[in-house]
């Protein structure tokens, strides 16, 4: 993947100043970053640059494989100082990494290139009593930005609830401040993770990342809420979004997360129906959680699940999880799970319920002579007791394949 992420929030005067003092004490090129390893701040060159560095001074962010390779190392766990390995087919030299915490927050990464890993104790010393000072100040600044955004983030958290009144309180909150605009069109998507061996503050870093570079885009204007394990992305249009547009701008948020988070946060998106304004952006919001359940239930969505396009799941997906078992599966298909030759046969009775009956197009999918097909569609009608003639029998089968479907996930994969 090569794919440039978007720089992170330029850094302030103070943190600026900061920098170049550490650096003109070192005389060493000095880099802040976010805890993402996405650029905040450079100090002036002094000659020991390497391709990495260059290319980040030149376009202000890293590439991904960089970005993914120093996480890899584990910084973002780091409680001390330490050396982080080079890589020549990266272009990439050693560097010394401090991780920047202040009041159990990770703030970022201070680094300094170190070729030959040789600094002294002297140079240390400095780099330490300057982070210190570094972190202090960014957390003074994150504290007061926040400070900023928590309203915004309660008022959008609102306007998506249950509660008719709050959205209705929120909504014109959102107008008096300027938030948003109440154009024609709503969408809302939903990125949702797993449990990671990242920190919390490092999941919660990541998702604002990804989808802060989609509050303004060439089509949409938008605003992000986060909690604990998911962020949504609220948009509004005057035209309707273009369903390809929000499948590419889907596919750039996964390939983001992938590079941030380690594997086990496996995400999913979850994009739901396009609604009408600020007022029905609540129907959205629910569209995509249900769309975002389908992503992490149904390998076929690929993580990206597009309300308009979940058809049965849309309505086999609003049952709680405690309801979505085994005991949904009509009987007749759990005693062709449980017959000799049900894989087989499961696999014919779902290519030929896809191809709605047809024995030819079922034929030519399974690549099976016509004939072979038939005594495996008797052999389906005589184990189950149903007629595939019946449009009712073919509906329960479709739907129990379908919760079937659903079920695996769990690591059900018999549901007999």
């Known amino acids: 993947?090569?794919?440039?992420?978007?720089?992170?929030?330029?850094g302030s005067d103070a943190l600026r100043e900061l920098i170049e003092e550490l650096a003109e004490r070192l005389r060493r090129s000095v880099v802040l970053d976010d805890p993402l390893i996405r650029l905040i701040l450079s100090s002036r060159h002094f000659e020991d640059a390497d391709p990495v560095r260059i290319r980040g001074l030149l376009q202000g962010r890293a590439d991904s494989e960089v970005i993914r390779y120093i996480l890899d190392q584990g910084v973002a766990q780091w409680t001390?100082?330490?050396?982080?390995?080079?890589?020549?087919?990266?272009?990439?030299?050693?560097?010394?990494?401090?991780?920047?915490?202040e009041r159990g927050h990770l703030l970022g990464m201070l680094m300094v290139v170190s070729?030959?890993?040789n600094l002294t104790v002297e140079e240390t010393g400095a780099i330490d009593k300057s982070a210190q000072l570094i972190a202090a100040q960014m957390y003074a600044e994150r504290v007061a930005a926040e400070a900023e955004e928590s309203?915004?983030?309660?008022?959008?958290?609102?306007?998506?609830?249950t509660s008719a009144a709050a959205r209705g309180a929120a909504r014109e909150?959102?107008?008096?401040?300027?938030?948003?605009?109440?154009?024609?069109h709503a969408v809302v998507s939903v990125l949702q993770v797993a449990r990671s061996h990242e920190p919390p503050g490092q999941v919660e870093t990541a998702l604002r990342a990804a989808l802060e570079r989609f509050k303004r885009t060439r089509w949409a204007q938008g605003a992000?809420?986060?909690?604990?394990?998911?962020?949504?992305?609220?948009?509004?249009s005057e035209e309707p979004p273009d369903p390809r547009e929000l499948k590419a701008q889907a596919r750039r948020i996964m390939e983001a997360l992938d590079t941030y988070l380690d594997a086990a946060a496996a995400p999913v998106l979850g994009i739901g129906g396009v609604q009408s304004g600020l007022s029905d952006a609540w129907v959205s919001c629910k569209q995509a959680l249900v769309a975002a359940r389908a992503a992490r239930r149904t390998p076929r969505f690929e993580r990206v699940g597009d309300w308009e396009e979940l058809r049965e799941y849309a309505v086999l997906?609003?049952?709680?999880d405690h309801a979505l078992n085994a005991s949904l599966l009509p009987r007749p298909l759990r005693t062709l799970l449980a017959a000799d030759g049900a894989p087989r046969l499961e696999e014919t009775l779902r290519v030929f319920l896809e191809h709605a009956g047809s024995v030819p197009r079922t034929a030519e999918a399974l690549q099976i002579h016509r004939t072979s097909l038939y005594y495996r569609l008797r052999q389906i009608q005589e184990i189950t007791g149903l007629d595939l003639d019946s449009g009712a029998d073919r509906l329960?089968?479709?739907l129990g394949l379908r919760v079937r479907d659903l079920l695996r996930t769990d690591g059900d994969d018999t549901a007999h």
């Open 173 to 184: 909150q959102i107008l008096d401040t300027g938030l948003l605009p109440d154009t024609a």
């Open 151 to 161: 309203g915004a983030e309660e008022s959008l958290r609102a306007l998506l609830d």
């Open 396 to 398: 329960a089968l479709h």
């Open 224 to 236: 992000v809420a986060l909690t604990t394990d998911r962020a949504i992305l609220l948009q509004v």
């Open 80 to 101: 001390k100082p330490g050396y982080i390995e080079g890589r020549d087919d990266l272009g990439l030299l050693p560097r010394y990494c401090v991780p920047l915490w």
């Open 115 to 117: 070729a030959d890993k």
């Open 317 to 320: 997906l609003q049952l709680p």
């Open 1 to 10: 993947m090569d794919e440039r992420l978007e720089r992170a929030r330029m």
